[in-house]
């Protein structure tokens, strides 16, 4: 019996050694401890024992089916632990390598052309600074030389915010006054601009980004884009202002040839003030830059008022400045020709990928800004 029951043993943890697969495994464990197992057949057996017998021999199967079970059970995770190791080295992928499918996705045409003015403004030594959309009627228009009565603010169609509470706990703590607005323009970020420069240095920024007014049709969206110009130092005069319009339009255009038409004009942030045209042609029903056979109005512009540069923290005996206000759809719509503003808010996949531009054509002023 001794003999037999160290054989078995000895064969049974062999061939779940030996076993290779789950169901090799599962036919031995059927062999030993099913119910016509062997170790099964052993155990029958202790009924028929005299207590003696029973007492020595009990034990001893008992533990050989123990052994056995155990023995199953670490051999069926050692082959788990195998086959998953293996499906996770068979399924790695190499992040490295490179995809080649094609990239999808676009940059939008308001996209592209911001960055093109980051580009080209950088070139003149101006930096990109930015201001809330969500503005207070300071910024807006009272440091704009827009006072509540002045009639500009309903030229503006602003969209006015409400605080969503009536808490005054909450509305005095987050709220800086009961005008909140929408950008209008984005000539507020001159005032943050001074603000910022302390008042001592020279400024010279571009800020690009969403204006909105209440207004809609084919050459006017709610949400528009803007970007402002602003320089501020010492003896800045509207010669400044006119080259710097004119390298501008010329590089954002690519063309030497192109027609610039200024008016005199009034805003109550500059004075004086000019508005910019620049000339168009029809071919083939669209327009096209250079010549004259009409005009489209691209910005505003003048000489800082003395009101604003004080308002901004400057001595206005001591620093002058220029500030221009540009739409920049508009300048995408002129260079690019397209003739219906509301297409560029549409979200039109269409459109996009007839008039977006490859997500990795970066704009260069060597490569060609528009390129
Ligand atoms: N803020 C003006 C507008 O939105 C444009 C402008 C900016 C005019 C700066 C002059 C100077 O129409």
Redesign the pocket.
């Known amino acids: 019996m001794t003999t037999d029951l160290d054989q078995l043993r000895t064969d049974l943890l062999a061939s779940i050694d030996a076993a290779g697969s789950l169901d090799a495994l599962d036919a031995v464990r059927v062999h030993a401890l099913g119910k016509q197992g062997a170790v099964t057949g052993l155990l029958k057996t202790l009924g028929a024992m005299s207590p003696e017998e029973r007492q020595a021999t009990g034990p001893r199967i008992h533990s050989l089916r123990e052994a056995v079970t155990e023995a199953i059970a670490a051999r069926k995770a050692t082959m788990e632990r195998d086959a998953l190791d293996a499906r996770l080295a068979g399924e790695t992928l190499d992040m490295t390598l490179p995809v080649d499918l094609p990239a999808t996705g676009g940059v939008h045409p308001v996209s592209q052309v911001m960055d093109e003015l980051a580009e080209i403004f950088a070139d003149l030594g101006f930096a990109v600074a930015t201001g809330p959309e969500i503005e207070d009627d300071w910024h807006n228009f009272s440091a704009l030389n827009i006072p509540e009565t002045h009639p500009a603010r309903a030229m503006h169609d602003t969209f006015y915010v409400e605080p969503n509470t009536t808490d005054r706990e909450i509305v005095d703590k987050w709220w800086n006054g009961p005008n909140m607005v929408l950008r209008t323009?984005t000539?507020p970020v001159q005032i943050r601009a001074m603000k910022a420069a302390g008042g001592t240095k020279p400024v010279r920024i571009i800020a690009p980004g969403r204006t909105y007014r209440s207004d809609s049709d084919a050459t006017h969206t709610p949400m528009f884009h803007?970007v402002?110009g602003l320089v501020i130092d010492k003896g800045i005069t509207m010669g400044h202002l006119k080259w710097t319009l004119e390298t501008f339009l010329k590089a954002f255009f690519e063309r030497d040839d192109i027609v610039l038409r200024l008016r005199p004009s009034y805003?109550p942030?500059?004075e004086p003030?000019a508005e910019v045209d620049v000339g168009f042609s029809i071919v083939n029903g669209k327009r096209v830059i250079g010549g004259a056979e009409g005009w489209m109005e691209v910005l505003?512009?003048?000489m800082v008022h003395r009101k604003v540069i004080a308002a901004g923290g400057y001595d206005p005996d001591e620093w002058q400045g220029f500030?221009?206000?540009c739409g920049i759809d508009r300048l995408a719509m002129l260079k690019y020709g397209m003739d219906d503003l509301r297409a560029f808010f549409d979200g039109d996949l269409r459109w996009l990928k007839h008039y977006g531009f490859g997500a990795l054509d970066v704009p260069t002023l060597s490569g060609g800004v528009g390129a």
Do not use: I
């Open positions: 323009h000539s803007q402002e805003f942030f500059t003030s505003g512009s003048g500030a221009f206000g």
